[in-house]
């Protein structure tokens, strides 16, 4: 028992990992560390009404190199609910202080 749940904590992990590095490229974000960290848990059900471990992760990117800014990616069970980030600067031009 202990066992599959380090297995399942381990797959998530590196499901959010991976969501968040995907994420990073299309957005032409960096993320900084190449870590999410684990900072909620708890049970929730699914649309199918089964009870599933929900769990949120934090992660740091910057876009120029200079700034970092926070994320999080949320999962229910091994299916990803959401990646949202903080408002961050774009570097289109340098001296813009246009906010995406």
């Known amino acids: 028992m202990a066992g599959q749940f380090w297995w399942s904590a381990m ?3 590196e499901l959010a990992l991976n969501a968040v590095m995907r994420y990073c490229r299309k957005m032409q974000l960096a ?3 190449d870590c999410v960290a684990l900072t909620a848990t708890w049970l929730k059900r699914d649309q199918r ?3 599933q ?3 949120r992760y934090s992660f740091e990117f910057t876009v120029t190199g200079y700034e970092r800014y926070q994320g999080q990616i949320t999962l229910l069970g091994q299916k990803i609910e959401r990646i949202i980030t ?3 600067r774009i570097i289109d031009d340098p001296d813009s202080n ?3």
Do not use: N, Q, S, V
Request: aromatic share 16%; net charge positive.
């Open 11 to 13: 797959r998530a992990r």
């Open 31 to 33: 993320l900084l560390d």
């Open 53 to 55: 471990l929900w769990r």
């Open 86 to 88: 903080e408002p961050y």
């Open 49 to 51: 009404g089964k009870w």
């Open 98 to 100: 246009t906010l995406h």
